[in-house]
């Protein structure tokens, strides 16, 4: 069996983003040579997520706006027990949780074997500083 392990790094300047890394995931798998296997691709972060969706912007500004209803952001300790701690981003855990944390991905003729429309996405829920994704691809 064949593996390859590799991180990608992301620093998004927006509080809330999403970036299409399936061209890097491709390269990835393209470059270990595995022809039939699996790929799996998970944030590295509990403030960011990977989940797999259409690349379309009205879904992503639809996405927005309802994490944002779900977990609004609030830096003050009255809304967030977790933000008496110092911090300013519970509600980021919030939407990762909603979001997920990793996708696996099949790998068939060397290339994802995607349903149509699929993508994978990095969601950014508390940006502004550098934070990977593990891409490990195993397979044939």
């Not at 399936?22 to 403030?47: D, F």
């Not at 990793?102 to 074997?113: P, R, Y």
Request: hydrophobic share 40%.
């Amino acid at each position: 069996m064949k593996s390859l392990t590799e991180y990608l790094t992301l620093q998004v300047p927006a509080r809330m983003a999403f970036i299409n890394i399936t061209p890097q995931v491709a390269e990835v798998v393209r470059k270990s040579g595995v022809s039939e296997g699996l790929v799996l691709c998970n944030a590295m972060h509990i403030t960011a997520s990977v989940f797999i969706n259409d690349d379309e912007s009205g879904l992503h500004e639809d996405y927005a706006a309802w994490l944002e209803q779900l977990a609004p952001f609030d830096a003050s300790p009255k809304r967030y027990k977790h933000n008496r701690t110092g911090e300013d981003n519970a509600d980021a855990h919030m939407k990762r949780q909603v979001m997920g944390r990793e996708v696996v991905v099949a790998i068939t003729g060397g290339k994802l074997d995607f349903g149509p429309w699929e993508q994978i996405f990095y969601g950014e829920f508390d940006g502004r500083r550098p934070k990977r994704v593990l891409v490990k691809v195993l397979g044939e």
